[in-house]
């Protein structure tokens, strides 16, 4: 598609349940990266893909997230047993591979979870 | 962690005057970039100045760097209306096979208003 793509733009959960929010880059964009953003703060770095293999998952806050990217394109962040601290925006954004001298975000609109 | 923080927090003008924005960081950087973001929606990409740069233009967007300072600054000159939108600093300090790959920490941003 011609953006970053994100789904569902919105989430309401209850404590404890599960989540996944989808993003679906832009094609040809081998790097992926989810981001989180609470608010009134700058977007926190989760982790990044390049291509099907999660090369730098150091932002992950606990045990409780996880990502795959199984076929190198759409990816899927999991959050198990939410917590109401789990709350925030949850940013994607993909860019060009590496060493085309380009490494520009593109970000998507954004999944908004809120926990109650 | 944040590594970037930025003043001022919030910058209300006129249009048609300059709004100056400064990113203060604290870590030796591959590059450093501007994103905005308007209310509810995702980031969107500036400029990028690579750390062995001083200034970069684009448009009515000016981008200082000073290394050894540790800070950057952003410039937008005669400023419109529709530049009302929180404005962030990222640096990147990602580094893998000799390249950086676009691991980025924001600061707290910058809440720029302009009056008509």
């Known amino acids: 598609g011609a953006g970053v793509s994100q789904t569902p733009s919105n989430k309401v959960t209850e404590k404890g349940k599960y989540v996944e929010l989808r993003c679906d880059p832009i094609s040809g964009h081998t790097a992926l990266y989810w981001y989180r953003q609470s608010l009134g703060q700058g977007p926190e770095f989760l982790i990044y893909?390049?291509?099907?293999?999660?090369a730098d998952d150091s932002g992950l806050p606990n045990d409780r997230f996880f990502a795959v990217r199984p076929e190198g394109s759409v990816s899927t962040l999991k959050i198990q047993r939410t917590e109401r601290g789990d709350s925030a925006v949850y940013l994607c954004?993909?860019?060009?591979?590496w060493g085309s001298g380009a490494n520009v975000l593109t970000f998507g609109a954004g999944s908004r979870l809120t926990v109650l | 962690s944040q590594q970037g923080e930025e003043d001022p927090q919030a910058l209300s003008i006129q249009e048609g005057e300059n709004a100056t924005m400064n990113c203060s960081y604290k870590?030796?950087?591959?590059?450093l970039q501007w994103y905005r973001q308007n209310s509810g929606r995702g980031l969107v990409h500036l400029i990028l100045i690579r750390s062995n740069e001083r200034e970069k233009h684009s448009g009515r967007l000016r981008v200082t760097l000073d290394t050894s300072k540790k800070s950057s600054s952003l410039l937008i000159t005669a400023s419109r209306a529709a530049d009302t939108a929180s404005y962030f600093c990222?640096?990147?300090?990602?580094?893998?096979?000799?390249?950086?790959?676009?691991?980025?920490?924001f600061g707290q941003g910058t809440i720029l208003t302009v009056h008509p």
């Open positions: 893909f390049q291509g099907t293999g999660a």
């Open positions: 870590t030796s950087i591959n590059n």
């Open positions: 990222a640096t990147d300090r990602s580094r893998a096979g000799g390249t950086s790959y676009g691991k980025l920490t």
């Open positions: 954004a993909s860019s060009p591979p």
